[in-house]
């Protein structure tokens, strides 16, 4: 077996730490810029699981001006005699993270509407492929719905805010559908079951949000023909609704923002 040259970084993500525990570039790739790819996509991906900071610690002959270079700032030291130390450095992560906002910022396409609300789950994980959703916000077979704080909604352009309600089974379903009666945009969805909340669609967002790492497929029993899901390896589908909230959801995984 012919062993080829690594690379690599292994990291522990607990409770809103990065820890890295293990970075390694090969000889033949020192200075070769992989080590700082490594830490970047490192921290990105902490970041997207909601760590707001990094942790790592070094010896003292092992280079450590390195960390510093990427922001990291020594938190404690221990002495290993005779002349060594080990170094411990950390780092905060997510200030200034556009997604970790507490505002959502959207509008629709012509700008006549715009609309504020606060949240505490920034993640666009969940695709509804319902025929409500899919005929009126879906062009992909389905739409992606996000959770708001009905209370602190704020609209513009209320003069050009439309709303729909769609009837299930012939009768008037729970939830109000808003969109823009100049342009069509769809913008969220007001549910009379949980009157504290609203679910703007992430189509009509202009706040940066997060990647999901995993989505939920929902209503799949509903799917149009002609559309085939794209189900990641991590991905839960549904053919009514989901067992947990968008809340318990975001709890479950560690990336409920507050
Ligand atoms: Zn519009
Ligand atoms: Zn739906």
């Not at 799949?220 to 989901?242: M, N, S, T």
Request: charged share 20%; net charge neutral.
């Amino acid at each position: 077996m012919r062993v080829r040259s690594a690379s690599g970084l292994i990291g522990y993500l607990y409770a809103g730490w990065l820890y890295i525990a293990l970075l390694w570039v090969d000889a033949d790739h020192r200075r070769s810029g992989i080590g700082t790819t490594l830490i970047t996509e490192a921290e990105q991906r902490a970041i997207a699981f909601g760590c707001h900071s990094a942790f790592v610690d070094t010896f003292s002959f092992q280079g450590p001006d390195f960390y510093p270079r990427f922001g990291y700032e020594v938190f404690g030291v221990f002495d290993y005699p005779p002349d060594h130390q080990r170094l411990f450095f950390r780092k905060r992560l997510s200030a200034g993270e556009a997604w970790m906002a507490m505002r959502l910022e959207g509008s629709c396409r012509c700008g006549a509407v715009g609309f504020t609300v606060d949240r505490h789950t920034p993640y666009p994980y969940q695709r509804c492929y319902c025929s409500i959703c899919r005929k009126s916000a879906g062009g992909g077979g389905y739409a992606i719905n996000i959770m708001g704080l009905a209370d602190t909604l704020k609209i513009r352009g209320k003069r050009a805010l439309g709303v729909w309600n769609a009837p299930i089974d012939g009768r008037l379903g729970s939830a109000d559908r808003y969109y823009c009666k100049k342009c069509g945009t769809p913008l969220w969805v007001s549910d009379e079951h949980w009157p504290e909340l609203m679910h703007p669609f992430a189509s009509a967002i202009d706040t940066e949000l997060p990647s999901p790492p995993k989505s939920v497929h929902l209503l799949l029993r509903d799917k149009a023909g002609w559309v085939e899901p794209q189900i990641g390896p991590d991905d839960d589908c549904f053919d009514g609704y989901p067992q947990l909230s968008i809340e318990e959801w975001h709890k479950k995984n560690g990336l409920w923002v507050d």
